[in-house]
C-alpha cells in the first residue's frame, strides 16, 4: 500500500526554523516526484514545489520561491519542507503529495501537518 | 500565476446530479488535458477523483465524471449521495513545470 507519513504539529514563535517531513513507503521512492501543498485556514490548495528525489531537483511556485526549501534523502525515503525564518503568515495545514511526471496527477497525498507560528 | 476559479458552495439533494465548475487559462486549463480533480473531507487526505480531464482512478466511483470545454473544466456528479459532500479542488498543470489549484467548492448534500 502507498503511504505518505507526515510528521506531526508544530508550534512555533516567529523567527524560529522549521522542518517537516514526509515519509514515503510501499513505492519507489526515487520513482516519483513529491510535492508540497499549503492550505491556509479557511482557504484553498496553492501548489508551492516539487522536488525529484532520484536527483534532488527542485521547481517552486513564483509565490514561494526564496520562502522555503523542499529537500530530500532518498537513502531514507523521506522528503522534507523547511523554513528558515517562520512568520505568522506560514501559520497553516501543509500536505505532501506524490506525482510521477509533469503530466501526472497528485495520486496519493499525506494525511498534513498543521504548522502555527505565533509569539 | 493565479489560482484556478472555482465557485464557493454547491448544493443539491440526494439523487440529484450536480456540476462543479474550475474557470482558468490557456496557459492552465485550456492549454494542457492534465485537470485533476479532488475530494478533501476536512482533517483528511485529499483524494484523487479524476485526472486527465476525465479519466478515473481505480475504485473511484463512475458517478463521478470530468470534461473540458476551452478554458473551463467540469465535474459532474450524479445520484448525489450524503458521502459526497466536501470540498472539491480543480488543479491543472501549468507552463514551466508548475501545477496550479483552484479556490475549492464546498459540495453540501441536501
Known amino acids: ?119 | 500565476q493565479s489560482a484556478l476559479t472555482q465557485p464557493a458552495s454547491v448544493s443539491g439533494s440526494p439523487g440529484q446530479s450536480i456540476t462543479l465548475s474550475c474557470t482558468g487559462t490557456s496557459s492552465d486549463v485550456g492549454g494542457y488535458n492534465y485537470v485533476s480533480w479532488y475530494q478533501h473531507h476536512p482533517g483528511k487526505a485529499p483524494k484523487l477523483m479524476i485526472f486527465d480531464v476525465s479519466d478515473r482512478p481505480s475504485g473511484v466511483s463512475n458517478r463521478f465524471s470530468g470534461s473540458k470545454s476551452g478554458n473551463t473544466a467540469s465535474l459532474t456528479i450524479s445520484g448525489l449521495q450524503a458521502e459526497d459532500e466536501a470540498d472539491y479542488y480543480c488543479s491543472s498543470y501549468s507552463s514551466s513545470t508548475t501545477w496550479v489549484f483552484g479556490g475549492g467548492t464546498k459540495l453540501t448534500v441536501l
Open chain 1, 1 to 119: 500500500e502507498v503511504q505518505l507519513v507526515q510528521s506531526g504539529a508544530e508550534v512555533k514563535k516567529p523567527g524560529e526554523s522549521l522542518r517537516i517531513s514526509c515519509k514515503g513507503s510501499g513505492y519507489s521512492f526515487t520513482s516519483y516526484w513529491i510535492s508540497w501543498v499549503r492550505q491556509m485556514p479557511g482557504k484553498g490548495l496553492e501548489w508551492m514545489g516539487r522536488i525529484d528525489p532520484s536527483d534532488s531537483y527542485t521547481n517552486y511556485s513564483p509565490s514561494f520561491q526564496g520562502h522555503v526549501t523542499i529537500s530530500a534523502d532518498k537513502s531514507i525515503g523521506t522528503a522534507y519542507l523547511q523554513w528558515s525564518s517562520l512568520k505568522a503568515s506560514d501559520s497553516a495545514m501543509y500536505y505532501c503529495a506524490r506525482l510521477y511526471t509533469s503530466s501526472s496527477p497528485f495520486d496519493s497525498w499525506g494525511q498534513g501537518t498543521l504548522v502555527t507560528v505565533s509569539s
